[in-house]
């Protein structure tokens, strides 16, 4: 029996998100608490699953306000270290009329970056069934070392590695390491969560999510999720029984806003993963339901503002799901 459902581990920032103009013109943004990360754990806990963020903010109201969003739905934050050094990291997101993102960062460096290993919380990350984490921790030190500690960590008490290795081209500074350091993380994972452009970029044009995911599986991944947007998500479950492959489509729902789509979907999954004794012990019929689970949380964010503000309810979920 572990304590915490999901531990989620990386980066947390605050998103300025376009929210339309003042009377002179100029562009007025919103400031919600996000990372990618954050709002994996912020959807498990909305769902009423037990959820852990470790991270590092600054020591100033943006830090503050992280904390605050977070607790206020439960996620515990005793993991989220301080540092006096910079500034809590920020994100400035504009959206297209279709509610598509692109992404401004101050982070030269930001808190997130600055997480080390002697920053973890270590009860905390042994106490976990799953340990979410992302490829953005990958780009600096000291968290890069942070990361790779506590999936060792986990990996020793018996935990579960889910990653999703998300890629922002203005992070990396266009290094020519970056997709040889995102693919590092394979061999500890469990699950792997990635978008179609992802794929793309890890494995190269034209090709299939099949071969895609075979190669992701070739590290010894147990589940590759690969979110295809308005299409749904092609899934691919090979473990020593069980093998299975499958596009799940998703409802049309109105987007208003796509932040946080993916991640509402991995903490969605993982929640619904994390309700069953054997975790990976898969039938096609439970892990399409899962999956089809985790499509409904991520329909369900898409039509509100924000990545953690718009994170349904399990009653909201199940709701929505009593319609298609």
């Not at 439960?74 to 990291?89: F, P, R, S, W």
């Not at 920053?119 to 976990?128: C, G, Q, R, T, V």
């Not at 992701?216 to 590759?224: D, P, S, T």
Request: contains cysteine.
């Amino acid at each position: 029996m572990k304590k915490y459902d999901v531990v989620a581990l990386g980066e947390v920032l605050i998103d300025f998100t376009f929210a339309g103009k003042n009377a002179d013109g100029k562009n007025l943004y919103e400031e919600n608490p996000g990372g990618a990360p954050a709002n994996c754990a912020a959807a498990v806990a909305k769902l009423g699953g037990s959820a852990a963020f470790i991270g590092m903010t600054g020591r100033d109201s943006f830090g503050e306000d992280i904390r605050a969003a977070l607790k206020e739905i439960n996620v515990d934050t005793a993991g989220i270290a301080y540092t006096e050094k910079q500034h809590t990291t920020l994100a400035f997101v504009s959206l297209n009329e279709k509610g598509e993102r692109s992404f401004s960062f101050c982070r030269k460096p930001g808190a997130d970056t600055q997480l080390s290993v002697e920053d973890l919380n270590k009860d905390i990350l042994e106490s976990a069934k799953f340990l979410q984490i992302g490829s953005l921790s990958l780009t600096d030190q000291p968290s890069k070392s942070a990361e790779e500690e506590a999936i060792k960590i986990v990996k020793a008490a018996g935990g579960f590695i889910s990653y999703d290795p998300n890629y922002r081209k203005n992070l990396w500074g266009n290094r020519s390491d970056a997709i040889d350091i995102m693919k590092s993380i394979f061999p500890f994972a469990d699950m792997v969560k990635v978008s179609d452009e992802e794929l793309v970029l890890l494995y190269g044009k034209g090709i299939s999510y099949e071969y895609g995911a075979n190669e992701i599986h070739k590290a010894g991944v147990k589940l590759v999720l690969v979110t295809l947007g308005s299409k749904g998500v092609y899934y691919s479950a090979k473990t020593e029984n069980f093998v299975a492959t499958g596009i799940m489509g998703v409802p049309d729902v109105k987007v208003a806003d796509t932040t946080g789509a993916g991640d509402s979907f991995t903490g969605g999954l993982l929640y619904a993963l994390s309700r069953h004794s054997n975790i990976f012990d898969f039938t096609k019929e439970s892990l399409e339901s899962d999956i089809k689970f985790a499509n409904s949380v991520a329909s369900l964010c898409v039509t509100k503002r924000g990545a953690i503000p718009a994170l349904p309810t399990l009653k909201e979920v199940q709701d929505f799901m009593s319609k298609y």
